[in-house]
């Protein structure tokens, strides 16, 4: 009677240590959905979530992502640990040759945000350059004898800048 015991206590123990040998796939898919600024399934979001059946190791560092091929229509997820891995996630709503729509046009009024370990800061500014949500642009802020900046698209009217 005791030993069916300790073998359920033992199996109910080892469940949680198991569910930890893997990476959270939903953070995976997060990840993306921050990177283009628009929900799964949206045009210019990830066309479906991240395979589940994945067995991906932890990472146990910031998700980095990215722009994937010239074409804008693949985003890159990778862990960057030595040892981590690269998912490539495609976007829906686009079709072979069609980059992502702008959301910041040369001339507009931006906000600049640079961001790093809890705090952010914010400068309103001009985009010098066009570019979609997730690639980079030149902004210039108000100061005009301050030099260009270059800054990540995050939405349309606001670009950003990560300090290590």
């Not at 929900?39 to 190791?57: F, K, W």
Request: hydrophobic share 45%.
């Amino acid at each position: 009677m005791i030993r069916p015991l300790l073998a359920a206590a033992a199996l109910t123990l080892a469940l949680p240590a198991q569910a930890q040998t893997h990476a959270d796939l939903a953070e995976v898919d997060r990840a993306v959905a921050s990177f283009t600024g628009v929900l799964q399934g949206q045009p210019g979001g990830a066309a479906l979530p991240v395979d589940r059946r994945l067995r991906l190791t932890p990472c146990r560092a910031a998700l980095a992502t990215g722009w994937y091929g010239a074409r804008q229509d693949t985003v890159e997820v990778s862990c960057p640990m030595p040892g981590g891995w690269r998912l490539f996630v495609p976007l829906a709503g686009m079709t072979r040759g069609e980059a992502a729509p702008p959301a910041i046009t040369r001339g507009d009024a931006v906000s600049i945000a640079v961001s790093g370990d809890g705090f952010t800061v914010a400068q309103s500014g001009e985009a010098l350059e066009s570019g979609a949500v997730g690639t980079w642009i030149k902004v210039r802020t108000a100061n005009p004898s301050a030099p260009a900046l270059r800054a990540r698209v995050i939405r349309p009217g606001l670009v950003g800048i990560e300090l290590p």
